[in-house]
C-alpha cells in the first residue's frame, strides 16, 4: 500500500533555531502532501496544503514566515519551523492521498526548549 | 461547515467483546469517509476507506458502514483483543478537505 515517511520521528531543539521536518512518498507521487498539527489529546488541525511546483495553501491563523513549506518534487515536501518558541510544540503529522485515501506519516514529535 | 462528531470519547471493553464506535457528520455531500487508529505518539494508520456510493467495507475483524442521508458512519470491532486500545477517528472529505472527528479512545482490558 502507500507509504509516507516522516523524518524525524522526534526533535529536541533550543528556542530561536530552525527545523525541518521531511514528508516522503515512498512509492507514489503526490503532487500534494498536506501537514497537520496535534496538540494532546485533540484530534489533527490543518496547517496547510503543500503543492508541488507552487506556493502551499496556509490555513487561517498559521503563519506562513514561520511555518515555511518547500514541495519541491513529486516525492518530498519538507516544513520548516523558523525562529522556534516553546509554544511551537507539538506533533507534527504530514498526509497524501492516494486512490482516493489518505496515507499519513509517522509523525514527528517537535520539543523546544 | 462539515463537523464531525464520534461517540463516545472513551470506551473501555474486556477482551473478546463486540463493540462499535460511532462518527456523525453534518454534510452529507461527501466525497468518502475514512476511518483511522493512532496509537498514543504515532501517526494514524488507515483502517478502512468507504466511498461515497458505497455502504460498508469490511477488513478482518473490522466493518464500516455508511449513511450518507443520515450522516451516519459506525465502526464495528468483533472479538477485541487488547492490541486494538488505541484512538480511533473518523474523516470525511468533502471538496478535496478532510474534517477529521474528535476521536474515540478505546481500552481492550486483558
Known amino acids: 500500500g502507500a507509504v509516507v515517511s516522516q523524518h524525524p520521528s522526534r526533535v529536541i531543539c533550543k528556542s530561536g533555531t530552525s527545523v525541518k521536518i521531511e514528508c516522503r512518498s515512498l512509492?507514489?507521487?503526490?503532487?500534494?502532501m498536506f501537514w497537520y498539527r496535534q496538540f494532546p489529546k485533540q484530534s489533527l488541525m490543518l496547517m496547510a496544503t503543500?503543492?508541488?511546483?507552487?506556493?502551499?495553501?496556509?490555513e487561517q491563523g498559521v503563519e506562513k514566515d514561520k511555518f515555511l513549506i518547500n514541495h519541491a518534487s513529486l516525492t518530498l515536501s519538507t516544513l520548516t519551523v523558523t525562529s522556534a518558541h516553546p509554544e511551537d510544540s507539538s506533533f507534527y503529522i504530514c498526509?497524501?492521498?492516494?486512490?482516493?485515501?489518505?496515507?499519513f506519516g509517522s509523525g514527528t514529535r517537535l520539543t523546544v526548549v | 461547515k462539515q463537523e464531525v462528531t464520534q461517540i463516545p470519547a472513551a470506551l473501555s471493553v474486556p477482551e473478546g467483546e463486540n463493540l462499535v464506535l460511532n462518527c456523525s457528520f453534518t454534510d452529507s455531500a461527501i466525497y468518502n469517509l475514512q476511518w483511522f487508529r493512532q496509537d498514543p505518539g504515532k501517526g494514524l494508520t488507515s483502517l478502512l476507506l468507504i466511498q461515497s456510493s458505497q455502504r460498508e467495507q469490511t477488513s478482518g475483524r473490522l466493518n464500516a458502514s455508511l449513511d450518507k442521508s443520515s450522516g451516519r458512519s459506525t465502526l464495528y470491532i468483533a472479538a477485541s483483543q487488547p492490541g486494538d486500545s488505541a484512538t480511533y477517528l473518523c474523516a470525511v472529505v468533502v471538496a478535496n478537505n478532510l474534517f477529521f472527528g474528535t476521536g474515540t479512545r478505546l481500552t481492550v482490558i486483558p
Open positions: 503543500s503543492n508541488e511546483g507552487s506556493k502551499a495553501t496556509y
Open positions: 512509492d507514489f507521487q503526490a503532487t500534494t
Open positions: 498526509s497524501a492521498v492516494r486512490d482516493n485515501g489518505y496515507t
